[in-house]
Every structure is written in C-alpha cells, then in structure tokens.
C-alpha cells in the first residue's frame, strides 16, 4: 500500500503493509511536516512565512538538534523545534519556549539575547 502525501512545500510518499501502519506513519508525517509555516503576532498583526529551512544541528558531545528554520523577513530566525523519540527514528514537536526564546504562533520560537524577554525573567532560580 502507498500514499503520497502533499505538504505547502513538500511532497511524502509512504509505503505500509496495511491500513493500521499507513495511519501511523501518515499521523507522524503530519506531526513534524503539518506546520511548515512560521508564525508569531508582530506589532499587533499576525505575520506568517513558508520560506523554511530543515537544520540538523550537533553540539560538541555529538548530540543532535532537529529544527525548522525560518530564513528571511520579519520572522527570520523563528524556529520550530523537535526532539527524538527513544524509540525508533521518529521526531516530535517541542512546544515549550527554552530559555531566551518568546513564543511565536503554533509552536514557533525566536532566541534573543535580551534577559528581559526570557521565559524565566525575574525568577530566583
């Protein structure tokens, strides 16, 4: 069984051996590729961008770090996030804003340098 599976800008084809397997990887296929489209409120108004990148990031201890980045415009530098399942080789969307990031829309983020905007301003801790 196959199913091609169309995106704003990508397009997934899926093999299965039946109905239950295809649903599975369809649903996690929409998890990580359903929102392709960087979003946050700026100045009042909400501002969206489908000019995406896929990164795959590695720090010094050969961890990896899973993003969709937005490459230009007012939301340039907004990123979507994932972490790794431990089972398998599926990826999963982090929805919390980490320290330095605001929130943009739909699980969108932007790191900046200033304390003052930090998630955890103000705290003791």
Not at 10 to 22: F, G, H, K, N, S
Not at 24 to 46: P, R, T
Not at 88 to 95: A, N
Request: hydrophobic content about 35%.
């Amino acid at each position: 069984m196959k199913a091609i599976r169309q995106y704003k800008n990508l397009t997934i084809e899926i093999e299965a051996r039946d109905q239950v397997e295809l649903f599975e990887q369809l649903a996690a296929m929409d998890e990580v590729f359903g929102n392709l489209e960087a979003g946050a409120v700026i100045d009042g108004k909400e501002v969206t961008s489908s000019d995406v990148s896929f990164v795959v990031r590695t720090d010094n201890e050969d961890n990896n770090y899973y993003e969709v980045r937005c490459n230009s415009g007012p939301l340039q530098w907004y990123k979507r996030r994932f972490g790794v399942h431990k089972t398998g080789k599926s990826l999963f969307p982090r929805s919390n804003p980490g320290p330095n990031e605001i929130a943009g829309l739909r699980g969108w983020f932007k790191f900046v340098k200033d304390s003052a905007v930090r998630s955890d301003a103000g705290s003791d801790f």
